[in-house]
């Protein structure tokens, strides 16, 4: 009878592994034998692709059969050794060489045919380096070999004999992960042949065949498990909401008011959000708006509603200086509708802090805007039906299920976010919640205008500042660092300021701004740039997110190399905050092709999605952001933007099967949450993400 435990062994226990050898695989996350079975082969080693002698050129890992023209000679310098003799076939000859492996002489000989592969070199004539051989009828070694991450001290052969021996193991039982209906549907292969085939395949087609399995399981079991989660929020109860004729009139009134039109992209969502409130369970929507979108707007719409429908909301923003800045704009816009708002950092003084809470269990706060405070144990509703998070990614998820809470009644959650993630990761990430999407721009907004420029055209750039503010506008400097480091050879925010103050601009106001600055003095100086007696602020990211202010027309970026494509978006987005013509320069001397065509990228676009596509690319998934900061799954063999296909496919069966089985209950679908448990265990299935 099989170890139904045998897949969860320490990797000790087979042989070749002892425990100074099995903390070299624990470097590479392996601690157990399900953990090696799951090391997917970051390529393979192709023996069956052979190509003439004639052909080899400088640089080729190529894979060549001749016969060994001469006796293999061994010679010494020192402690090194070498190993040389002449390869030859039909096309014609090369030289050999193999570095400390005096063995060599006794397992090749002279007329003998082998199978090499190896480094190609020419720098003293044409020499293969080293390579691996096989005899011509090794028939039983398979045409492909697996090549797996590495680390020092740990060979191929290492890891490939230990996969080898779980694979022939009679204790390995490979397990269906998908039901057989999805399986046939998407014409995939046995969960036990995608498992074997992917570590030793017979040929290409067969590696196609497992990746294919192995990367439809991993999206198909996160998107059915997100989607089992979200069915599981109906089941919950949450603020259902009426919204009668004199909601809709006063909803009307207040967006009737608004200096500005909306656009679809907002009533659409503010239609979507309404419908939601009125389903008796609690709402999960992300709410991504490009930069400038209106986001604000639909937010305080929907507040407002609540408000009228008799809950309470709160918003909470990353940064004390955002949270201010909300508080101002929702002051704006709900005005005359006799809201009470109140503002709640970590700056409020104790006693307001108290008088606050009261107001707030009492319910004569009608929408509560704060940072981290509004988390404390002492900030209590007495009704509340709403929260919208602004800038999301920027809390943990616990914090998030904080606001959510745990009471009988689950508050409607907005998340509202201005880093356009694209569609194929939103799926993933967002799983289980209801995403509207908001596009355009509100009427009047001119595309900011983006160039690159070099140290070389620096006086350009500094003529530009000075004409921008002669014309009565603000300009934004930002840079990587704060300070200068011997590291790194950066425009700090600290020079940067000292130049232009001192040297360029003595005659202007300019002014520094940094996250180590405390929250007081870094709300002066935003209130003073407000009041336009600040021309120029030298800062440093700090001003990524939601700073407005309309009459900033110029954004130069030291070092923009240093920055990815969504954040030099996020930090333009600064500019162009009304009908005035604005511009965005991004200094860089960086040669680097890549750098230089992500550069180009965000000068050829202004849609923050495009944008995003094109970081995800570029990037991948895990510096799009913070990874764990997101929870993204750890996906073995699945590519976010590469399998974006297959991606579709995974959805679209998921949502059919949901259809057709909402609670996966029948049980040939039982394996669905058994299997996404298991591999993401709590990081996915926490409340709330």
């Known amino acids: 009878m099989s170890d139904p435990l045998f897949m969860e062994k320490a990797i000790t226990v087979l042989p070749g592994i002892s425990e100074r050898r099995g903390k070299l695989f624990q470097k590479l996350g392996i601690y157990s034998l399900d953990d090696l079975l799951w090391l997917m082969p970051r390529s393979y080693e192709n023996w069956h692709e052979r190509v003439p002698i004639a052909s080899l050129r400088e640089g080729d890992l190529a894979v060549f059969e001749a016969t060994v023209d001469q006796v293999p000679s061994l010679s010494r310098r020192g402690k090194l050794c070498y ?197 008796a369970e609690p709402a999960n929507r992300l709410i991504q708006g490009d930069v400038g979108s209106g986001k604000t707007v639909v937010a305080a719409a929907a507040m407002a509603v609540a408000a009228w429908e008799g809950y309470q909301s709160v918003l909470m923003a990353p940064t004390t200086i955002l949270a201010g800045q909300h508080a101002e704009s929702l002051a704006k816009i709900l005005e005359g509708t006799g809201l009470e708002i109140a503002l709640l950092t970590g700056a409020v003084p104790a006693a307001k802090r108290r008088l606050l809470a009261e107001q707030l269990k009492k319910g004569t706060i009608d929408i509560l805007i704060g940072t981290h405070a509004v988390l404390e144990s002492d900030v209590t509703f007495q009704k509340l039906g709403l929260c919208v998070t602004d800038e999301q990614h920027r809390f943990g998820v616990r914090q998030r299920v904080s606001l959510t809470g745990e009471g009988v009644m689950i508050p409607h959650v907005l998340v509202m976010s201005a880093t356009p993630i694209p569609r194929t990761l939103a799926m993933i990430l967002y799983g289980d919640l209801d995403i509207s999407e908001m596009r355009d721009n509100p009427k009047g907004r001119l595309p900011v205008k983006t160039y690159t420029a070099t140290e070389h055209e620096r006086p350009r750039v500094d003529r530009a500042i000075r004409r921008e503010v002669e014309r009565g506008h603000k300009v934004y400097v930002v840079c990587p660092m704060i300070e200068d480091s011997d590291l790194m050879d950066l425009n700090s925010a600290q020079t940067v300021y000292e130049r232009l103050s001192k040297q360029v601009f003595p005659d202007l106001r300019v002014a520094l701004m940094h996250g180590r600055l405390k929250t007081k003095e870094k709300l002066s100086v935003m209130e003073a740039f407000g009041r336009g007696e600040i021309d120029i602020l030298v800062s440093t990211t700090v001003i990524e997110v939601g700073i407005d202010q309309p009459d900033a027309t110029l954004l130069v970026v030291e070092n923009a190399e240093r920055f990815g494509l969504s954040q030099l978006h996020q930090l333009r987005g600064r500019v162009g905050r009304s009908s005035i013509e604005s511009f965005c320069i991004l200094m860089s001397d960086s040669e680097d092709p890549l750098v230089k065509r992500r550069l180009t990228v965000l000068c050829k676009n202004n849609s923050g999605f495009m944008i995003a596509e094109e970081d995800l690319l570029l990037r991948g998934p895990g510096d799009f952001f913070g990874v764990e900061q997101h929870g993204l799954p750890d996906f073995k063999v699945a590519n976010l933007y590469e399998d974006s296909e297959l991606l579709k496919e995974a959805y679209r069966l998921c949502d059919a099967l949901f259809k057709q089985d909402p609670d996966l209950s029948k049980p040939e679908n039982q394996v669905i949450m058994r299997e996404f448990k298991r591999r993401y265990g709590e990081r996915l299935t926490r409340p709330g993400l």
Not at 118 to 130: D, F, H, M, Q, Y
Not at 244 to 263: V, W
């Open 83 to 279: 190993v040389r003799t002449r390869l030859s076939d039909d096309s014609g000859h090369i030289a050999v060489i193999w570095f400390n492996q005096p063995w060599i002489t006794e397992q090749i000989r002279r007329g003998e045919r082998y199978v090499f592969r190896g480094k190609i070199e020419t720098k003293r004539g044409r020499t293969v380096l080293s390579p691996e051989f096989r005899k011509l009828d090794d028939s039983d070694l398979p045409a492909f070999l697996p090549v797996y991450p590495l680390t020092a001290g740990l060979y191929q052969s290492n890891i490939r004999q230990a996969v080898q021996r779980i694979l022939l193991h009679s204790d390995l039982t490979v397990e269906e992960s998908l039901p057989p209906s999805i399986r046939q549907q998407a014409k995939l292969s046995t969960a036990d042949f995608a498992i074997r085939r992917i570590h030793f395949p017979n040929d290409a087609k067969e590696i196609d065949i497992a990746r294919r399995r192995l990367a439809f399981e991993e999206l198909f079991l996160v998107l059915s498990g997100l989607r089992a989660l979200r069915a599981g929020r109906k089941k919950e109860k949450g603020p259902e909401m009426a919204i009668g004729a004199e909601t809709e009139t006063k909803l009307q009134s207040l967006l009737s008011q608004l200096p500005f039109e909306l656009t679809g992209s907002q009533k659409e969502t503010i239609e979507a959000i309404l419908t939601d409130f009125k389903r």
